[in-house]
């Protein structure tokens, strides 16, 4: 699951967004940058959001023992706005941030009911047996 999919999500059971990541494998997928595409996807997103995600994912993997979580704790800051974002170095790691960084393995737990989601091979399952 990529943060791009992450930042549409809610939880089913009682619409509370956005969800909390708890990775227990990261990867990185190559894709092709593609400037227009991230600036689309800029004015769809919750910036904010986006912005935390990235932050417990950078914790998580600066925090791993297992060396399962890729290196995200490495990369750079995410600018500290929307309008920041519009360089061309801001793009570039959007890019990689919304497209390229991806939960693998872990769950998405939602902090209102604490429903949990798990997240297999890159799909996040939202069947919730009884809600």
């Not at 769950?107 to 209102?112: P, T």
């Not at 091979?121 to 069947?127: A, E, L, S």
Request: hydrophobic share 35%; with cysteine; net charge negative.
């Amino acid at each position: 699951m990529r943060l791009l999919t992450h930042n549409m999500l809610c939880c089913i059971k009682c619409n509370q967004y956005p969800l909390q990541i708890q990775p227990t494998e990261l990867t990185r997928i190559e894709v092709d940058y593609d400037e227009e595409f991230t600036r689309r996807m800029l004015t769809r997103l919750d910036y904010d959001f986006l912005k935390a995600a990235y932050e417990e994912l950078r914790n998580a993997s600066k925090n791993n023992t297992n060396h399962n979580l890729a290196d995200v704790h490495t990369m750079e800051d995410l600018p500290s706005t929307r309008e920041a974002a519009l360089t061309p170095e801001g793009l570039v790691l959007l890019h990689e941030v919304l497209t390229r960084i991806a939960v693998k393995n872990g769950q998405l737990v939602c902090g209102s009911c604490q429903q949990v989601y798990p997240v297999t091979d890159y799909i996040p399952n939202f069947v919730v047996d009884s809600l």
